[in-house]
């Protein structure tokens, strides 16, 4: 784990956590966050942003209306 950053950010009341290698800065992060305010998990070393953004779409991983 010592090659990944581990983020926590809070949105309208919904907790997103974020794991992500070096190669990826924080504002990308971020930049992904605020685009879609719902709680997903992203593994940035294997997922590409689009990626990231269609499983935060499916059901399973989008919490934010439970809210």
């Known amino acids: 784990m ?16 974020i794991v992500s290698p070096p190669q990826k800065s ?4 971020k930049k ?6 719902s709680a ?3 593994w940035w070393n294997t997922l590409s942003m689009e990626e990231c953004l269609k499983i935060n ?5 989008n ?5």
């Open 2 to 17: 010592d090659n990944e950053y581990y983020a926590t950010y809070t949105l309208d009341k919904v907790v997103i956590h």
């Open 26 to 29: 924080k504002d990308e992060v």
């Open 32 to 37: 992904c966050l605020y685009q879609y305010h």
């Open 40 to 42: 997903f998990l992203c």
């Open 57 to 61: 779409k499916s059901p399973e991983l």
């Open 63 to 67: 919490q934010a209306d439970k809210y």
